[in-house]
């Protein structure tokens, strides 16, 4: 703990809590991706406490990697506490049961992580809601069906009070409107060869596009994940490839494209 | 008149009144009746349905007793044991009882005595409302006949033949020519057995239907209501009224049940369960309020109870300074908690713990504990901790015993037996010595913890210290906390190890004290190891079992132990030692934080000396200590630091020290005294493996030490308000967190656990049973990466272009064509060929392959059961990395 994180304890303890700085917490860390990218675009706040931030797959069948990307987003959250996890029942048997295994490889302990299994989507915003109350949270984090205006109206203003960020994962690919503080839009993009083994998969790569800031403004990058820094680093462009700021799309089009609208009826 | 077709024939076996004039007898074959009746009206007789029935009925009759057992097909027994005064006295009790049912159409016959051998009796042959007084039991009994004492129809016969028509005739007779009078000895000895039930020399255990809650309030309406929201208001006052009892007592309740009884007799209960011990009212009032339409009010309700079936300690946990910021616990809880002495949790994360709030146990709160303690204490019977223990393996056996429990209902603890016992227990938390009885128990249940899997954290252990009562309750709850609590005096142990923590500590535990546990423990512990019998402790590592071994311990401590000593040697017990005991417990876990979070070797090394000190003297010390007053919360405090010092020069004298307590420490003294010479100042005393353990769990640590969480105990206590809304709106299943299992098959090696700690199990299921043995494992130091997402079963494949022996080039899954750029396999996973569900599992090849988008897959190849040289099979989508 630092004497940053000290002072934060103090003000808290003196009453002067998350109500005091809503917009994140000051005596923490700025939370935000560890790339210069991104981070310069995230605006001051980086990914604010307090505030709704919004993921949505590019495609519908990219959750899971949106999920990895996300899981790593967590390992890198300053706030201390545990992390709320909610699923629909949709998303497990779709996309697979989180993995611990995985959770502590990418450097989350799975101890921090309660789980919530939901068997109707619409308990998603009560689940959401009683747990942005808990400061005691580091993060909520939900992932569904794409919540409606109301829902992330509410969100926000919940989370505004407690200073608890919540992530929201739409299953969808489309976006729906939201109050969210960020917007994010993430695909994969192809990674990075195993450091012994260039055959084989290594850290995986995300097309990441940042639709709204708040604070910010928008942008896209590639990004893979650096296992040493626990943190996200800029995709490499192999050569010949698209631009780094491309949206990854052209790339993915022989093998993806022709799936992905078929993918509509995969659930 | 009612038949059942049996192998002799369609037979009667129960006749009306009318039939019986008419000649029909039960017994006799429908055919014979027949004969002699010929207007005979025959139902099939439905013993399940009656069975069903009397369950009903039993659970009807729990407004008057908690007590409650089903006795042979057509009765039941109530121990109304500090009841009466409910409904007027024992008189208006009988009426009461016995009016409901005749308004509900049931004739039958009661009675009401000093044991339930005699009451049974007096329901058979007395005036079928009779009551008797302890000081009439013995003419009364005398003066029935012996068809009373509920024996075999010939032995009657054979006793009238005797010319033994009465009790008292059979009494009058020397014991010794009675058993010659019998043929053989099973007639002679259930003779005598019934004899010595109906006067109360011998105990007859009552198997009730469900466990006697431990704390249970209950309020009567003056008219049926059918309106639920009349129970909300019940609601209220009964809470307020169970979270004195709670407070009073120190525990919080784990799970609470509310009965409304209905005016046609039939029941409906909403239960709630929650993840830490509470005693707030407002917060388990809106937990019930969403709950409260379930309760079906049919014809109306006449009567709320509201039991809390498990409590555990509440004492506080105090996870960090911020945590207390959060909307936490009522002010007086916290303080209350605080109080309790409970050692603080590590804080959530990787963290270093702070260690000012950490180790702060204010001496005003342990003053607030002891005394509340005290104030329950009765009278110590030497002879209880062994019944105690008896009790502590499950249903509390003894529970009929009305002089017993009477001490439990005039302390105000409940009716639990081994309560009662404990009565003086309890507050031995304090004092050292009396844990003993409460041990036992604890012990017992502790062990069972961990088969749930409790990861959680705190605890597991459990502490029995004090423990009389919670030997039930403890052991399915889990015991978290109690640790510590307890722990003081008593045993502890953290299972923390389940949660794969390796780390810590310890999953011992401890008996401090005492003595009988052995017995506890040893389920407990599983292991058990344990000796049994070891009076001053012997405890059992159940660890390694596990396979972990290693390290910390499985220990146990032995604190006081004697024979212990052994014990730990092969648990491993290093660390135990310290741990020992009493505050050993507490220690352990205090140990065992700190080394967690502080990944340098140094300081758990010494940690581990440190343990291996106290051992003896530590252990001593505190109780001892205790036993002079306000110790116990302090003593956990300082286990780290200070607790050497203290303990060395009291445990020097343990037994002039213990002196304060009179009878009950004494045996304490004694465990202290051994445990001194047995591990000397600084353990070296202590054979080898013990001492040895400790240094090597210690260099263990630090490696895996740098994990980052601490297990369930890395939750904060504000989190589990939380999780009780959820689990209760959602269901319990349905909030989780996921712990490793010791399996290399993917699918298999996590699984889903309740936050917080077990979720304590109600009746029977409180035995241990050693196939439950937790699976759990700690993480593998170096695993092959694990995709993020499993799919809940494999999707098939299609594989347009193979490579013989190695990945696919391209694949179809979900419909969409992916091409393999990078792949890297395969990683062989055979089938747990020693499980039994994994007959016929394949044994499956993985490959981790990314596709020219980026999307990374695991994916397998099963091979035919003859092995690789078989042939290969088909292709599986298992699991997604990103």
Known sequence: ?267 | MLVERGAGGTRITAASREALRAGARPGQALTDARAACPGLRVLQAEPEADRALLEHLARAAQRHAPIVAMDGPDGLLLDTTGCAHLFGGEAGLMADCTGRLERAGFTLRAGLAPTPGLARALALCGTGREIVTAEQAAARADALPVAALRLAPERVVLLRRLGLASVGALRALPRATLERRFRNRDAALSVRLRLDQLTGAVDEPLAPLQPPPLYRVQQVLPEPVIDVSAAGMVLGDLLLRLVGLLERDGRGARALTLTAFRADGGTSAVRLRLARPSRDAARIGRLFADRLEEIDSGFGIDAFLLEAPVAEALSARQDSLVEDLAPAPDARQARRNAGAGRAPEPPADSRPPSRAGAERHPPEQAGDLFAARTGGVEEADPLAPRAAVRAGGGMPRGAGHPRRLSHALGAGRGAHLSTAEAGPCHMLAVDGAEDIVGFAQSGGEAGRRPAQGRDTEPGAGLATAGGGERGFGFGQAGGEVRGVHLARSGGVEGRRPAQGRDTEPGAGLAAAGGGERGFGSGQAGGTERGMPPVRGGGVEGWRPAQGRDTEPGAGLAPAGGGEGGIRPGQAGGAEEGGRLARRGGADGRRLAQVRGAGPDPAGKAEGGIRSGRMTGVEDSGPLVRTGGGPAPAEGAGHDLRSGQESGAEEAACPAARSGEEGGRSLVWSVGAGRSCALVGEDGDAHPGPAGAKPAAGSARRPGRGSAPGQGGAALPGAMFPLVDTLANRLGGRRVYQLAPVASHLPERAMRRVAVGGAQPRLATAARATPDTAPDTAAWPEAAPPRPLRLLPRPEPLEVTAALPDGPPLQFVWRRVRRVVVRAAGPERIAPEWWHPDARGTAVRDYYHVEDREGCQYWICRALAPGGPAAGRGAWYMHGLFA
Not at chain 1, 43 to 68: C, I, K, M, N, V
Not at chain 1, 222 to 245: Q, Y
């Open chain 1, 1 to 267: 703990m630092d004497v940053d994180a000290l002072r934060q304890v103090i003000a808290r303890m003196e009453g002067r809590g998350a109500k005091l700085e809503p917009g994140g917490e000051r005596g923490l860390p700025r939370w935000s991706l560890g790339v210069e990218g991104p981070d310069a675009a995230l605006g001051p706040e980086g990914l604010a406490g307090g505030a709704l931030h919004d993921f949505t797959p590019r495609q519908a069948s990219h959750a899971p990697g949106l999920a990895a990307f996300v899981l790593r987003l967590l390992v890198r959250l300053p706030r201390a506490g545990p992390v709320l996890w909610c699923q629909t029942d949709f998303a497990l048997r779709e996309y697979g049961a989180p993995g611990i295994a995985a959770f502590r490889g990418a450097g989350l302990a799975p101890e921090r992580v309660v789980f919530v299994s939901l068997r109707r989507a619409e308990e998603m915003s009560f689940v959401l809601e009683e747990a942005l109350g808990v400061p005691a949270l580091a993060a909520v984090l939900g992932e569904g069906p794409p919540l409606s205006f109301t829902a992330t109206r509410r969100l926000a203003l919940r989370a505004g009070e407690s200073g608890v960020p919540c992530l929201f994962l739409g299953l969808g690919a489309q976006a729906q409107p939201s109050v969210a503080a960020t917007r994010w839009r993430v695909g994969p993009a192809p990674g990075l060869p195993h450091p012994d083994d260039p055959a084989a998969p290594g850290q995986p790569g995300w097309a990441v596009e940042l639709e709204r800031a708040r604070a910010g403004r928008p942008g896209a990058w590639k990004v893979t994940w650096n296992e040493e820094t626990h943190s996200f680093a800029p995709l490499p462009v192999p050569a010949g490839g698209a631009g780094a700021a491309g949206r990854g799309g052209p790339e993915a089009d022989p093998a993806g494209l022709a799936g992905a609208t078929g993918g509509g009826g995969e659930g």
